[in-house]
């Protein structure tokens, strides 16, 4: 596979965070991230390793990731002056770019690629930072989830690249 930026995908990383050990805690934000390829973010208590109780492989949820842009319209739906980083509980907050249109896709930030397989459900805790945010983030508002395929390192203002097939 070729590595390429599209002119349509001049996305970058804005932030990072890590979810603690205790449930509902807020997230830790981190200047970089290690990735394993089918773990998920090395640190992340929720999410890596974690493997399907049914089946017994890992579970494609590894890595959550939204847009800053769209943190910022749920913000201004609400009047409010804003939602700080990490706030929506995701690992990866980009800008410029449209997650959503990549569901599917292969991208790469940093060493590491990941594969964009689904839109993240929100959870209930989008309501204690504003009640009816959690609706508001339905269809196609709320980031995507992903899953590692190749491991690597990503750091805070980042690339996000498009991978070709």
Request: net charge neutral; hydrophobic share 40%.
């Amino acid at each position: 596979m070729n590595t390429v930026s599209s002119p349509a995908l001049p996305g970058r990383v804005a932030s990072l965070h890590l979810h603690p050990a205790e449930s509902g805690a807020p997230l830790q934000s981190v200047e970089a991230v290690e990735l394993v390829a089918a773990k998920g973010i090395v640190g992340d208590t929720r999410y890596f390793g974690r493997v399907s109780r049914s089946t017994g492989n890992p579970t494609r949820r590894q890595v959550t990731l939204i847009e800053r842009e769209q943190i910022a319209e749920h913000a201004a739906a609400f009047s409010l002056e804003g939602i700080p980083p990490g706030v929506v509980r995701s690992n990866i907050e980009t800008e410029g770019v449209n997650l959503i249109a990549l569901l599917g896709r292969q991208i790469q930030i940093g060493d590491a690629i990941l594969l964009i397989h689904t839109p993240r459900d929100p959870c209930e805790q989008m309501d204690a930072i504003c009640p009816g945010l959690r609706e508001r983030m339905l269809n196609s508002r709320q980031g995507v989830l992903a899953e590692v395929v190749r491991s690597g390192s990503i750091r805070c203002g980042d690339a996000v690249l498009i991978r070709d097939p």
